[in-house]
């Protein structure tokens, strides 16, 4: 091989430190970049995922499940000829609060979910019943609720003995108290609507107390 080629070929594969140093420095960018973004990710996903799954974690789980329309009509039957505040006690994404805000009621959803909470104000913003529609961040065995003559609650079969109880310490002898889908285990409803998971059940605070209510 003629020595001119030789030199040129060892120059060819000659890589000046300068292009080294860029090189390193544009795999330490990219790298950084890379490692932003799934950082970034991964708090979007917490923040996200965190109010979902918190509650779950929590001795009692109360989990969202959307009303149906058919729940939704067999509670404002339920609510027919009533009058006084409602509230909606795990309001999720606020159906039955907007829905009993348009039939006349102030009403007010409890729910722990801050995203649910949020979506929930802006449906009523939208419905354009947000001055009668109110929701607040806030586990129900947190609140009293003495104030409201009007309860409707979607619960599990884990809580609704203890809610038995703390409604019965808190409310009113006028209260009606309505369950969806699952019933209150020793309260005697005064009107059900609905079958299967639609059922609703009317509860009136003087007939689970007694026929004089409160002494």
Known sequence: THPATLEKERLSEFVPPTSLEANRLKKSSWGVLFTGIVGGTLVAVYAVATPFITPALRRICLPFVPATTKQIENVVKMLQCRRGPLVDIGSGDGRIV??????????????????????????????????????????????????????????????????????????????????????????????????????????????????????
Not at 100 to 117: C, I
């Open 98 to 215: 907007i829905a009993a805000a348009k039939e006349g009621f102030t009403a007010v959803g409890y729910e722990l979910n801050p995203w649910l909470v949020w979506y929930s104000r802006y449906r009523a913003w939208r419905e354009g019943v947000q001055a009668s529609a109110r929701f607040y961040i806030s586990d129900l065995w947190k609140v009293t609720f003495s104030q409201y003559s009007n309860v409707v609650i979607f619960g599990v079969p884990q809580m609704m003995a203890q809610l038995e109880k703390k409604l019965e310490l808190e409310l009113e002898d006028d209260a009606r108290v309505i369950a969806c889908r699952f019933p209150f285990p020793h309260w005697t409803p005064a009107q059900v609507a609905g079958e299967g998971l639609d059922t609703v059940w009317a509860y009136d605070a003087r007939s689970f107390r007694g026929r004089d209510g409160r002494p």
